[in-house]
Structure formats: structure tokens, C-alpha cells
């Protein structure tokens, strides 16, 4: 790939829902610019983005592509991002590096969950968007009902056609330009004379989109009200304008079809001169003073480096490859660079462009474009090259807390070994997804955003040579008293040598929210003070493998008021034995109840839906905070037990068709209610007798 200044770089992000023909719809683009020489289908697992071996089985988009396109003196880096809520990372990092957003939209299903996703997360980034509406070719295909499902789900933006459809459904031919006034058939690289039935619609389209430019500029407004008419880069450079001006929200629109390769040429176009230059994006740094500050445009090779990398892939057969997009300065083949996350050196031995899984050498890459450097030591998703003379970091995105929980066990002893590297190098790559070793119930646990993303995971790690079977992770409930109780306990052991001895009195306190406590209230010398540490000692070794049903203990006081020694038979072993078993007994004795963790809940689905959704969290034990109104949508706020949403990405998606997104945090304990606490201690009971069979 030829070399590409500054000036002629466009950096989008290719986002939206599931199934919108994003994947397809960059096919068309690349099959146009000459870069490949069949356009190929996700069904047939024959496209460029989609190369991974997980997400031709699935054909669905799993991660973002790099596709960069050559097209009229230009190259435009496509990140072409999954359209899944699962993979809510890979599409907030895209839109991170991105300059634009280009939003998809089916035009038969119209504005569904991952279009809302990828608009929140481009206002939150405050990055121009883009609307295409894809799929006019399909049966039930309306290009004015998906305008209107765009108006209606965000009502605070102005969506402006710079393109009209010739035709809808099977009868979708081609495009109208309301810049040129010509019809554009098929791929749209040549123009012809408007259809004379379809001029009045033109002529009122080009009339709102002349409008929309001049708003953007007070000359051009002065301009429009005294000669009634824009040159046509004025308007391009209008809504270029309009479209980053956070008070106009100003959406142009443009009408495609992947499949049919229709109006994707005049996208392509659009691409150059409604994008603006990668130089002129302003974004958050930390410099060495830590007080964050702006990296004001317009950007230069010779500025401070600043490149941030936010995609790797660590592949058995391609190796380690990182992701970055240089936000100021250039990066050459051959030359160090400074992370300033890990305060390492990187040398960047192969520099290269990536297009799906093909790779193109490159020697230098300047400011604005989007790279890919491979077998790195230390670099990681999320972070900063820069130089040590002036070090700036760039902000990484903040990412939702993991909503979709399994467990693992490694399939084999060498598995066993080899399972926290694995993952540790898996969770680096995806902030998204989080791995540990869970002490309360002693499991492996793997966290993420759906059982999508979990089980990519786990597939990746197989092809990176570990096996690991999935179970049901367990909740982690803790174990207390109810009330206060108190016995003793005699260790008494002979075996004809020197003997044990002790008798411990133990009495147990509920401590709410005060963790254990240990103390004595021992008179008399009834027991030496050498022996009292032994007591707490044998009761410490109960406290992580709880009592009842096998979970930690926590909220008890235990006193130890009294007891008898032996002078001769009595020793630390003796003593710990006793103050382990008093405890048990007593602790049996004292109510034994559970602790489960309530976690906050905001679930946000379509009004419609509210209704369904409050009675499922009533089966749930849930406890409904409040409720709101944003738009068509209704949010939900909910205090909701652990155990009763361990799999509820699955049932959500279920009950409102993929349109429900929620997110979920920790909030505190609370007492497990006593049916159920019977349950689950009986349930353990018989874990245990079936084990010891």
C-alpha cells in the first residue's frame, strides 16, 4: 500500500445493529475500489471482515475489522464493528480512534438496540454521525418509515438526505444526489438525468439540505437569504460543519444496498468530503503533569507522538498484533517507541496495514492513520505510545461492568498450568472481559458482557492450546447467625503416648455488618494465655469454608468465657481442634442463615415493554426503585438478588426481542430468605454425602 498524507486520510466506524449488512456493505466498497475482485457473502463465509474462524461458524461480526480503502487519492480506514450488545468494547473503542461514525440501519427493521448503543457511545465521544440506510432492496423495504423511526428514537437531531432511493424493495435501482441532481444506478459511478417524476421530490430535498449547510456558517446563511442557492462545496463544507456542531446535530443521510451494490460509490465520495481530516480531531491526553488537557487541531508529524492502541489479537498462528491510531505525531518501521503504560521501550520491527486478515507492509505511517505493529512485548489494548522528552497519554474509554458470569475448569493437568496466562493475555486484549480466582466459592470465574462474548473467549483460549469446560459459577453467599448461642467442646485424645487435651466454652453474637471478631472473657487462668491464639487459630481454619453449606463466614463474635487444660496433655494442636469444633457446634445451633449479594439494576427497553418487564423482576424478588422516561424509552431501576441474574442477559433478550439493554452493579448483602436458606444448605448437604460415596 502506497504511503498517504495526512490530508488524505478518512478514519470511520462502521456501526449498528446485528444483521444491518455492515459486513456486506463493505464487501461492495472494496469490490468497487478494485481491491478485491468478487464480493463475497457472510453466508458463504467468504467476506474480508469477518476472516476469524469463530466468526465465519457464527456468521456474525465478533470483533472489529481494519479495512482501509483506496479510493480517488484517498485512504479510508473502515472499522467495521460488531453489531452484538455483547461486544460493546470493540465497538466503543472503534468509535474512540474513529473520526466519523458511519450508523447503519436496516432499512426494514429501522432503529433497533445496537443503533441506539453505537449513537450513545458517538455523543459520548461528541463524534459526527453519519446514517446509511441499508437493505432498500429488501421486501418491506420504506426509506420515509426508517426516516421516521430515526426522528422519533432521537428527536433532538435534524436527519438531512444527501441521497434519495430510485425505487424501494425489488424495484431499488439507485440513488438520487441532491448535491449534483443525478441519478446514480447500481454502484453509482456514473451519472444520468433524474427519472422527471422523481424531480419535485428532488427539488424539495436539495432545498432542506442547502438550508441545513447554511445554518452552519453565518456567510453562507447571509449568502443563501441574498443569491437563494450554495455552490456545492459550500454545501458539502456546510454540512460537514453542521454535523460536528454539538447545538445543530445535523445527520446527513445516505441510501445503499450492500448486497445489490447500489449507491455505495457516491457513499465513498461522501466519505471524502463529509469526514473531515483525521488532524483536525480533538481528544483527551494526560501529559506528564497528569491535569488533563486537549490536543488541539490541527495535528502534525512533528507534533509530540501520541498513538493509542485499542484493539490486539494474539493468535497462535499470526502472533501478537496491536492495534493503534496515531493522534499525533508519526510512527516508522525500525524505530523505538515509548509505552508509557508499562515504561517500556517497543521496538517496531514490522509496521503494517491491515486489511481483514491480509497484511500490508507499510514504512512510516503519519498522523491521523490507523496501523497495526506485530510481535510487541508488553503493549496491550489501551495503551499510549509516546516519546520520554514529552510523554502524553492518551484517555481510555470507560467500560461497563460485566454482566454475563461462567465458570471454568481446565480439561487437563497441562490446561491447568497453562489457564491464568491464557486468560490474563485473553482480558488484556478486551477490557470487557474480566477473569479470577474466586476464593468464597472457589471457582475459576470468567465475566463478560453476554454469553456470546464469554464463549468467544473461551474458543479463542482453545485455539491458543487450553481447554477449559464450562459450569455454573455458584453465588457467593455468606454465611452468619441469627442469634446468640453458646456451648463448649472437650478434645480429649489418648493413643498410648503423650495425649490431647482441651475444653473450649464458646459463646457466638450476631455482629451485623462488622465482619468476625475474636475475643476472651477468661478468668482464673482456666485456660493459659499461651492457648488462647491456638483457639482462634482452629476457628480462623472454619471461616473460609463456612459451617452450613460450604460459603465464608462473616457478622459473628466469638467469645470464649471458659474452659479446663490439662498440665501435661494439653497443647496448641489440642486447642485448636476444640476452638474448631466448639465453634461449629455452636454455630449450628445459633440459626445459621445466608447472605446473597443485591445488585443495582437499570434495565432500558421500549415503553411498550415496561410492563412485562417490572412483572418478570417481580418473580425475581426484585425490588423496583424507580422508573423513567427517556424519549420512547422506559428505564427501570431495580434491587435485584444476584442469584436470580446470573443469566439474565439471556432472558432479556428473550422477553423484548433484542431490544432491552441493563446494566448491573454490586450494591450490598442481604439475608437470604429462610425457604430458600434451607435449600441451599440442603442442596450442599447432599453435595457433600454424594461426594464422600
Known sequence: MKEYASDKLRNVALVGHQGAGKTTLVEALLYNTGAINRIGRVEEKTTVSDWDEDEKERGSSLSTALIPLEFEDHKINVLDAPGMTDFQGEIKNAIRVADSVIVVVDAVAGVEVGTELAWEYAQVYQQPIIVTINKLDRENANFERTMDSLRLHFPDYKFIPVMLPIGEEANFSGVINLLTMKAYYGPGKDRSDLPAELQDIADAGRTTLVEAAAEADDAY???????????????????????????????PVFVTSGVKNIGTVPLMEALIVYVSPPTQRRVTVIPASGEKEFLTAPQSDEGPL?????????????GALNYFRIFSGNIQTGHNYFNINHNVEEKFN????????EQLPVTILHVGDIGVVAKLNATKTGDTFTSKAKPLQVTRPEFPEPLYTIAVNPKTQADSAKIGTILTSLCQADPTLRWRQDPDVKQTIVEGMGEAHVNLAINRAKHLGVGMEIVMPKVPYKETIAQTHSDFYRHKKQSGGAGQFAEVHLRLEP??????????????????????????????????????????????KAIVFDGKEHPVDSKDIAFQIAGREAFKLVFEKAIPTLL??????????????????????????GRVQGMDTLGHKSIVTAQVPYAEMMRYANDLRSITGARGIYTMKFSHYEQVPAHLTQSIIAAHKAEQAAAST
Open 350 to 357: 514490522s509496521l503494517l496495514v491491515m486489511r481483514g486478515k
Open 306 to 318: 501520541a498513538a493509542y492502541v485499542f484493539k490486539s489479537i494474539n493468535d497462535r498462528f499470526v
Open 596 to 621: 446473597e449479594p443485591i445488585m443495582d439494576v437499570q434495565i432500558t427497553v421500549p415503553e411498550t415493554m415496561m410492563g412485562d418487564i417490572i412483572s418478570d423482576l417481580n418473580t425475581r424478588r
Open 221 to 251: 446563511i447571509e449568502k443563501y437569504f441574498s443569491e437563494g442557492n450554495l455552490t456545492n462545496d459550500e454545501i458539502r463544507d456546510g454540512m460537514r460543519k453542521a454535523a460536528r456542531d454539538a447545538y445543530l446535530k445535523t445527520v
Open 511 to 556: 455482629n451485623p455488618g462488622g465482619g468476625f471478631q475474636y475475643s476472651t472473657q477468661v478468668v482464673g487462668g482456666v485456660i493459659s494465655q499461651s492457648f488462647l491464639p491456638s483457639i482462634e487459630k482452629g476457628i480462623n481454619s472454619v471461616l473460609g469454608e463456612g459451617v452450613v453449606a460450604g460459603y465464608p463466614i462473616v457478622d459473628v
